[in-house]
């Protein structure tokens, strides 16, 4: 118990709260910016098991916040140098490392083993499956979001809110870390938070960091926060996110990457199936034919 003395003193945790670590099982989706910060943190604090997935490989303009990776591990798989990495930190934590995009098929198998779901991916889209699915299974969400030198992050479904319940519909504008840049401390302590929200949950601290949001502006110097128990859920999930397994034979797919200009006309009980590479697109034109009265529509983020 050497190596967790620091925190077993701690009122809330002691043996059995480290036991508590010791036997769980945290599903992290996401091995970049935020998942360079909570993971080390997560293994440190003794976490069990934690099966992490992400699909990308190291490159260059990723080091200068995603502090887990080294120059020599340009071109490799993100989750196998993580899992390298952490476990040369800490031989107690198994970690099961996926190459793999995850997708609402995917993620269903997945949330099977996990007693808690980290959201690290950068991808509104697997966001939204993920909460969707977190929600269905009760089983708790910590997700987070970053951008620029701001971002947020959140405890989700586990018998809180999802977070349909609190983002019913996305912001009029969207940007990337490519795109709208963003700054290595500010990712680096949304994933400390992160972590914290996990192990919270995972210790069963009072109060629960689920159903709680904090967001954070450092080029104002703003922290806000605020509980969001008693949000309602939607009373249907729209646009639903699917994966491309999912289609099925009668349904309408629009790919908005061929502009498919004008779309065809769907069938009043035809369930349209809108299609770009981010999800984004598809998104706006889901909620757009859902406000003309045409409920059934989703999405896939053939990329996300």
């Given at each position: 118990?050497?190596?967790?003395?620091?925190?077993?003193?701690?009122?809330?945790?002691?043996?059995?709260?480290?036991?508590?670590?010791?036997?769980?099982?945290?599903?992290?989706?996401?091995?970049?910016?935020?998942?360079a910060?909570?993971?080390?943190?997560?293994?440190?604090?003794?976490?069990?098991?934690?099966?992490?997935?992400?699909?990308?490989?190291?490159?260059?303009?990723?080091?200068?916040?995603?502090?887990?990776?080294?120059?020599?591990?340009?071109?490799?798989a993100?989750?196998?140098?993580?899992?390298?990495?952490?476990?040369?930190?800490?031989?107690?934590?198994?970690?099961?490392?996926?190459?793999?995009?995850?997708?609402p098929?995917?993620?269903?198998g997945?949330?099977?083993?996990?007693?808690?779901?980290?959201?690290?991916?950068?991808?509104?889209?697997?966001?939204?499956?993920?909460?969707?699915?977190?929600?269905?299974?009760?089983?708790?969400?910590?997700?987070?979001?970053?951008?620029?030198?701001?971002?947020?992050?959140?405890?989700?479904?586990?018998?809180?809110?999802?977070?349909?319940?609190?983002?019913?519909?996305?912001?009029?504008?969207l940007?990337?870390?490519?795109?709208?840049?963003?700054?290595?401390?500010?990712?680096?302590?949304?994933?400390?938070?992160?972590?914290?929200?996990?192990?919270?949950?995972?210790?069963?601290?009072?109060?629960?960091?689920?159903?709680?949001?904090?967001?954070?502006?450092?080029?104002?110097?703003?922290?806000?926060?605020?509980?969001?128990?008693?949000?309602?859920?939607p009373?249907?999930?729209?646009?639903?996110?699917?994966?491309?397994?999912?289609?099925?034979?009668?349904?309408?797919?629009?790919?908005?990457?061929?502009?498919?200009?004008?779309?065809?006309?769907?069938?009043?009980?035809?369930?349209?199936?809108?299609?770009?590479?981010?999800?984004?697109?598809?998104?706006?034109?889901?909620r757009?034919?859902?406000?003309?009265?045409?409920?059934?529509v989703?999405?896939?983020?053939?990329g996300?």
């Amino acid at each position: 118990m050497t190596r967790y003395a620091r925190q077993t003193c701690l009122p809330g945790i002691g043996p059995g709260g480290q036991a508590r670590l010791a036997a769980a099982r945290v599903l992290v989706v996401g091995a970049g910016g935020l998942g360079a910060a909570l993971l080390p943190l997560l293994a440190g604090a003794g976490v069990g098991y934690l099966r992490l997935i992400d699909p990308d490989v190291v490159e260059a303009s990723n080091l200068h916040r995603q502090t887990l990776f080294r120059m020599s591990d340009l071109g490799r798989a993100k989750a196998e140098v993580a899992a390298e990495t952490l476990a040369g930190l800490n031989p107690d934590c198994e970690i099961s490392p996926c190459v793999a995009r995850l997708d609402p098929v995917s993620a269903r198998g997945e949330l099977a083993g996990a007693d808690l779901v980290i959201d690290a991916a950068d991808s509104f889209a697997v966001t939204y499956a993920l909460s969707d699915l977190c929600h269905a299974a009760a089983r708790p969400l910590i997700s987070a979001s970053v951008l620029a030198r701001q971002g947020y992050v959140g405890g989700f479904c586990g018998g809180a809110p999802s977070l349909r319940a609190v983002f019913p519909d996305l912001p009029g504008r969207l940007g990337s870390c490519a795109t709208n840049g963003v700054m290595g401390p500010v990712v680096a302590t949304l994933g400390a938070v992160q972590a914290q929200m996990a192990l919270a949950v995972l210790l069963d601290h009072d109060p629960s960091p689920l159903g709680q949001l904090l967001s954070m502006d450092l080029a104002t110097w703003r922290l806000t926060g605020f509980r969001f128990d008693g949000a309602a859920e939607p009373a249907t999930p729209t646009p639903a996110i699917l994966s491309r397994s999912q289609v099925a034979a009668g349904d309408l797919v629009i790919d908005l990457r061929e502009n498919q200009l004008p779309a065809p006309a769907p069938r009043p009980d035809q369930r349209v199936v809108f299609v770009c590479s981010t999800g984004l697109r598809a998104w706006r034109a889901a909620r757009a034919l859902g406000a003309s009265g045409h409920a059934a529509v989703a999405i896939i983020g053939d990329g996300a």
